[in-house]
């Protein structure tokens, strides 16, 4: 089976929960302390193996662009102002080898609508999806946990966790056979969008994915759906007709920096660290 090695990053929300600060700044540009949120989920995928990233993007979302490029300009003036050390800061080694690949999203129709603009770069294989506003922190990383799940069962896998009731209606629920479960993988059932009630499982997706490219031949055949956009998980459940996939509850902390609380706990938790170095 050929090895994981492209993520695509759909970074074309409005981010719409953290206005005003979203209104001239990417979402994915925010900082968690001195490193933008989306350098995290790079590193996380870089760190997992993947040495292509394509990133759905759209016309305000520039800086992720010029986040990941180089910037002679400013590495001229720290060399010559003998501030050598924060060369590695903006051009890191690990992202040296990284092709990093950016398509635009015109109309912002959703996630299943972003992530059908990687099909052109993605052939027969399979591959990663972050959400880089889900902050995952584990070692191994939580895509480094669904890419094992993905090689030992030849399948698609998504990440899940356990959320409470009265929060079950954001996110996509996964329904699953209960007892059937092994070592934190469940074979999916069924998957909803953001159900108002009657949740089938406290398993709730985040923003961590190892598809088929399957999942295209679903996403094209969609109408929007919940929010008037179209559904990735929609197309996860369509492939289910077809195809085994397995939500897989993985180990680490997740902080959904797309929301106040998530991003405040985020930054309270590494500032910690920081504080009692
Ligand atoms: P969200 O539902 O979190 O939307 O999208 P958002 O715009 O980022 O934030 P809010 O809800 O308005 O505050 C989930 C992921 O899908 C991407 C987003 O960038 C985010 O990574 N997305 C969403 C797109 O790339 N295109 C879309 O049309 C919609």
């Given at each position: 089976m050929k090895k994981v090695t492209k993520a695509v990053f759909p970074v074309?929300?409005?981010?719409?929960?953290?206005?005003?600060?979203?209104?001239?700044i990417p979402k994915e540009m925010l900082p968690i302390i001195d490193r933008p949120l989306i350098e995290y989920a790079v590193e996380e995928v870089v760190n997992a193996g993947i040495n292509e990233i394509i990133f759905i993007t759209s016309h305000t979302k520039?800086?992720?662009?010029?986040?990941?490029?180089?910037?002679?300009?400013?590495?001229?003036?720290?060399?010559?102002?003998g501030k050598k050390e924060y060369l590695e800061k903006i051009n890191r080694d690990?992202?040296?080898?990284?092709?990093?690949?950016?398509?635009?999203?015109?109309?912002?129709?959703?996630?299943?609508?972003?992530?059908?603009?990687?099909?052109?770069l993605i052939q027969e294989e399979a591959f990663a999806i972050i959400l880089a506003d889900d902050l995952i922190i584990?070692?191994?990383?939580?895509?480094?946990?669904?890419?094992?799940i993905h090689e030992e069962n030849e399948c698609?896998?998504?990440?899940?966790?356990?959320?409470?009731?009265?929060?079950?209606?954001?996110?996509?629920?996964i329904s699953i056979d209960e007892p059937s479960s092994t070592n934190n993988s469940y074979v999916l059932k069924d998957i909803v969008e953001?159900?108002?009630?009657?949740?089938?499982?406290?398993?709730?997706?985040?923003?961590?994915?190892?598809?088929?490219?399957?999942?295209?031949?679903?996403?094209?055949?969609?109408?929007?759906?919940?929010?008037?956009?179209?559904?990735?998980?929609?197309a996860i459940k369509l492939m289910l007709n077809d195809e085994k996939v397995i939500g897989y509850l993985y180990e680490g902390t997740k902080f959904d920096c797309?929301?106040?609380?998530g991003y405040v706990n985020a930054i309270k938790h590494l500032a910690k660290e920081i504080l009692d170095d």
């Open positions: 074309a929300g409005l981010g719409t929960r953290f206005l005003p600060a979203t209104k001239a520039r800086a992720i662009e010029d986040h990941f490029d180089q910037n002679f300009e400013l590495e001229e003036k720290l060399l010559n102002a690990i992202f040296s080898n990284v092709k990093f690949t950016y398509v635009r999203q015109k109309t912002q129709n959703g996630l299943g609508d972003a992530i059908l603009h990687s099909e052109h584990n070692n191994p990383s939580c895509i480094s946990q669904l890419i094992e698609s896998v998504i990440g899940v966790n356990e959320v409470p009731e009265n929060e079950m209606e954001k996110y996509g629920v953001k159900p108002k009630s009657n949740a089938p499982s406290n398993l709730a997706v985040v923003g961590r994915y190892v598809l088929s490219s399957k999942i295209f031949k679903y996403l094209k055949n969609l109408e929007p759906s919940v929010g008037g956009e179209v559904q990735l998980t929609d797309g929301s106040r609380h």
